[in-house]
């Protein structure tokens, strides 16, 4: 089975940036969608953005317009996320996820990444 490998977290102090990347185990694995997620502890688990392959287009929560990007390789099945401005309200474990098809669930997801963001 495809698995999804996220990297790139850690701790950093507010204000600063950081990249995190996703990789797919089977770079030729066919996906419609990909996209971000992050859960913080007792909240629930939060969209943070989502790349469509065919369409080339994006989306993002409202939340997060303007301080994150995200970007990716559909043939490669590499997805990443540009976080900048980084606030401590962004410390979660960062998560990314696979839609096989459209309008279907997202099939597949990592392990996740954490990021720590101190004040």
């Known amino acids: 089975q495809v698995q999804l490998v996220e990297s790139g977290g850690g701790l950093v102090r507010a204000g600063g940036s950081l990249r995190l990347s996703c990789a797919a185990s089977?770079?030729?694995?066919?996906?419609?969608?990909m996209a971000w997620f992050r859960q913080a502890p007792g909240k629930e688990r939060e969209f943070l953005a989502r790349i469509f392959w065919s369409a080339r287009s994006k989306s993002y929560a409202d939340a997060v317009k303007g301080r994150f990007t995200i970007s990716g390789d559909n043939v490669k099945n590499m997805l990443f996320l540009q976080i900048n401005d980084l606030k401590p309200e962004d410390t979660a474990t960062y998560y990314c996820?696979?839609?096989?098809?459209?309008?279907?669930?997202?099939?597949?997801w990592g392990q996740g990444t954490q990021v720590t963001v101190s004040s």
């Open positions: 089977d770079s030729t694995f066919g996906t419609y969608a």
């Open positions: 996820a696979a839609q096989l098809k459209n309008g279907g669930p997202y099939d597949l």
